[in-house]
């Protein structure tokens, strides 16, 4: 199937390791924020969202984290996995809106 | 798989041709969206649907696209006399519809390829 990686950051961790995925966003009005997973030749796949009132949401071996002040959204994931390799993207939707904008995504490879 | 079907999965149409792509939304969802995926980019919005009425429209939604949603189903997405530029993945996600409009969460289909020759 097609790359979605190309040109995109890329982060390589060992399996079992811990990954930590970064974005900026760019738009304080912003009230919702989702990753997304995205495997060649596949569309995106949910896997955490978060509302602007939180700092913090656990999900299953994921956790996002919320920094309004500085505009930044991490996701974690634990003991990482060679089925996590994919394109992250990070999403917000701006209040009132039905539009979801992308981030440029990460890549993240899984060394095993 | 979400429960979002696209079709074809993949399209090879020579520079002028008219393509039409198709989505089926997860069934109980109202709202039905377009995105639009370069490569090495995320998924660009181009347009949504509340049931049948489409609601919103991306200046990237040129007058050669057409997106329609007649019965508040199913969707196409028509692109006129193709260029070379409109070779992209075609994303489609569906949402329920019910719920505050900044905590939707929208589930995406597998894309349609398309390649303009």
């Known amino acids: 199937g097609e790359s979605v990686g190309l040109h995109l950051p890329t982060l390589s961790v060992q399996e079992g390791d811990n990954s930590i995925i970064n974005c900026a966003y760019s738009n304080s009005a912003s009230d919702y924020f989702i990753w997304y997973k995205q495997e060649s030749g596949k569309g995106p796949q949910f896997i955490i969202d978060i509302r602007s009132n939180m700092d913090k949401r656990q999900g299953q071996r994921v956790t996002v984290l919320l920094n309004k002040t500085v505009k930044h959204l991490s996701l974690q994931i634990a003991a990482t996995q060679p089925g996590d390799s994919a394109v992250y993207f990070c999403a917000e939707n701006k209040g009132g809106y039905q539009k979801v904008t992308f981030g440029t995504g990460t890549k993240l490879q899984v060394i095993p | ?117």
């Open chain 2, 1 to 117: 798989d979400t429960g979002v079907s696209q079709d074809p999965r993949h399209k090879i149409t020579k520079r002028g041709q008219n393509v039409t792509f198709r989505c089926d939304p997860i069934s109980e969802h109202n709202r039905l969206y377009w995105y639009r995926q370069t490569l090495g980019q995320g998924p660009e919005f181009l347009t949504y649907f509340q049931n049948e009425a489409q609601l919103e429209k991306s200046r990237l939604l040129s007058d050669r696209f057409s997106a329609e949603r007649p019965k508040g189903s199913f969707s196409t997405l028509e692109i006129q006399r193709t260029e070379q530029g409109d070779s992209a993945m075609y994303l489609c996600a569906s949402s329920l519809g019910l719920r505050d409009y900044s905590e939707e969460t929208q589930y995406f289909g597998p894309g349609t390829r398309l390649l303009v020759l």
